[in-house]
């Protein structure tokens, strides 16, 4: 799937995200989408680095302590 793929599925996404609210305003879109994004963004790459923090950290582009962070707030381990 390329980078333009995934941008015109978060764009649908977010279309029918405005479609279900029916006119209601929405409120904190940017920290839900972060929320929702991340986590399974955290599982796949996590996946992909069979387990690796300091790999999975240097593919998305952090901290590895960052990485661990996000992972602990999510639930990620434990």
């Not at 209601?24 to 796949?44: A, I, N, Q, S």
Request: glycine fraction near 6%; proline fraction near 3%; aromatic fraction near 6%.
């Amino acid at each position: 799937m390329s980078k333009k793929q995934i941008e015109d599925c978060v764009r649908s996404s977010l279309e029918g995200y405005f479609r279900d609210l029916r006119g209601t305003e929405p409120d904190g879109m940017y920290d839900m989408m972060v929320r929702v994004v991340e986590k399974p963004l955290l599982e796949v790459v996590m996946q992909h680095a069979d387990q690796n923090q300091s790999r999975a950290a240097e593919w998305l582009g952090l901290n590895r302590n960052t990485l661990r962070k996000k992972l602990l707030d999510h639930k990620l381990i434990r």
